[in-house]
């Protein structure tokens, strides 16, 4: 007798260094959605960053070493899914184009990207998930985040997916498609500039008189949760995943565990 487990699709879960290091929640959530949508979820121990800093600053040596191993690691699997429009952004769409000049990489690499794909849009767009099993009576609004809305086309499926959310009330953010200056390495070199965006997203964000802020990226999330809580906002900042899988019985990001 087939084990049903042996039918199921094999995906490999790209954690990302900000979930790693500082939302590791995030990395369960996912799971926990994968798991849901009938999936075996591996998360492979020789993961690395996607390369993308490295990317962004013009190291294409070193983003094409990153590459390499983040391929050697995941191509195997069925699909690869990404809990960032950013790092999936950067798996799907730029890997190939590193390897132009290389016939054997860019063919591993244009395969590999083939794998690859956002969360929730693979949740819906790629397993044909249209509810899910969690509660969370709250007022929140969504950002769209730059790299999944427009290198990914994730738009429409989070918000699909939210109102099946028991309770949840979704309020529009104004300007949600603008970015809230994060933008990697660009808060670093422009902090100016990028204080300037995330104070006008923070003000839009308060206007919307909702209680929690989601998105699909953590950078931009904790870039916007930084600046609100500066400005003595009292506004949640989560994951979407987070909300989608139930699991929001942990501390908003950047709020700690009450003792």
Not at 64 to 78: H, T
Request: proline letters at 5%.
């Amino acid at each position: 007798m087939t084990d049903d487990t042996d039918q199921r699709p094999q995906v490999a879960l790209f954690v990302t260094c900000l979930v790693d290091l500082f939302r590791p929640s995030v990395g369960f959530a996912a799971i926990r959605l994968l798991e849901a949508a009938g999936c075996n979820v591996v998360v492979p121990k020789a993961q690395t960053c996607c390369g993308q800093p490295a990317f962004n600053s013009g190291d294409r040596k070193d983003t094409k070493a990153i590459a390499r191993q983040v391929i050697a690691a995941f191509e195997s699997f069925d699909y690869v899914v990404a809990p960032s429009g950013s790092c999936g952004g950067m798996l799907k769409h730029h890997y190939p184009s590193l390897f132009a000049d290389d016939p054997q990489w860019r063919e591993r690499a244009e395969a590999f990207s083939g794998k690859v794909h956002e969360l929730v849009s693979f949740l819906t767009d790629v397993r044909g998930v249209t509810q899910v099993d969690a509660s969370f009576p709250e007022t929140v609004t969504y950002h769209d985040s730059c790299a999944g809305l427009r290198e990914l086309g994730v738009h429409g499926q989070p918000r699909q997916l939210l109102e099946s959310v028991d309770g949840l009330n979704l309020v529009e953010l104004r300007d949600a498609n603008v970015c809230c200056g994060f933008g990697g390495t660009f808060c670093v070199k422009y902090p100016d500039i990028s204080n300037a965006m995330v104070g006008r997203k923070a003000d839009e964000i308060v206007a919307t008189g909702a209680n929690t802020l989601l998105a699909g990226d953590l950078g931009c999330l904790m870039n916007m949760a930084g600046k609100l809580q500066r400005e003595g906002k009292t506004i949640s900042v989560r994951h979407v995943a987070e909300v989608l899988s139930g699991m929001t019985d942990i501390p908003p990001i950047g709020e700690v565990p009450e003792t």
